[in-house]
């Protein structure tokens, strides 16, 4: 099967390709706005086609998917913290550029596009947990509106050019090769400043709820629902379950065997007070997803972390 993964460069995409490579059937081209990104993934061998190209509405689609089977839509230009900003020209970004693309994949003959939503933004936030999937979407950020539009555009065109669309509504993934200095992922970010003894900072109190996932656990999810045949379309993908921050810290702090440098600030408007997703309908469809625990997702994640960057670290 012919792949294409835009924005392939990322923590997703990353693993993603490492999972997809392990069948020789697979040609898989990556995509991102600069072959720089793919530093880490290039060391690893595996047989790929990289194509540096931006993610805009001047790219030319058309040349790009050109004999391509399917389609992972991984990027985003924003993240939820501050989507807020600049709202007009990230709507433009990535909504109208989505259309842009999805528009050479009806011409091009695409099979299936599937689409890495937010189950953390999307829902919003006046709803009970564990959310499901048919409830009202009524996001507080602008990426949030974004991931739902983008859902709303691939309805649209499975409607009228008839193609085929997954949308994976994914929690809070996090592990190996998540950039653990950037702003999003609150695991892998607290585990490598716990490991450097740095100052790890926290808005609000410690009381905000996640979901959780290792990311071998959302990418197993994830191609089991890219290559299912269920008659839904949208899957919420997570632990099922919430953990708070605090839990998260003191969980760190068990699995390291250290103590933490913890600076609490103000918290955020865009931050969801509690969200956690249910999961029954992706368990219906392809079985329960016996997701690891927190302890050992932390402990992998550290190892990795630990080899990764040359850091010395006592663990547990």
Known sequence: MKIILFGAAGFI?????IKLACDSKNEITLVDKSKAFFEPIKKLGLNIRIIESDFSEN????SI??????????????????????????????????????DAC???GINKVIFISSGGTVYGKEVNCPIKENISTDPISSYGIQKVTIEKLLFLYQYLYGLDYRVIRLAN????????????????????????????????DGSVVRDFIFIDDAIRGILNIVNGTNKHR??????????????????????????MKIIY????????????????????????????????????TADFIKSSYGIEGKMV
């Open 106 to 108: 009806v011409r091009k």
């Open 173 to 204: 993934p996090y592990g190996p090769y998540q950039r653990p200095n950037g702003v999003l992922g609150a695991v892998t970010t607290f585990t490598y400043k716990a490991l450097l003894n740095e100052e790890i900072l926290v808005f609000g």
């Open 234 to 259: 949208t899957f919420n993908l997570g632990c099922g379950y919430g953990t708070s921050i605090q839990k998260v810290l003191l969980t760190i702090q068990k699995v390291l065997g250290c103590d």
């Open 13 to 17: 995409g990353t693993n993603l390709t």
């Open 59 to 62: 790219t030319n689609f058309d």
């Open 265 to 300: 600030k103000e918290g955020r408007k865009v931050d969801v007070p509690i969200n956690y997703l249910d999961i029954s309908r992706y368990e219906k469809a392809y079985g329960d997803l016996n997701p690891i625990s927190l302890y050992v997702g932390i402990k992998k």
């Open 65 to 102: 998917l050109i004999g391509q089977d399917v389609v992972y839509h991984l990027v985003s230009t924003t993240v939820p913290t501050t989507s807020n900003k600049h709202i007009a020209d990230e709507l433009k970004a990535n909504v109208v550029t989505t259309s842009c693309m999805l």
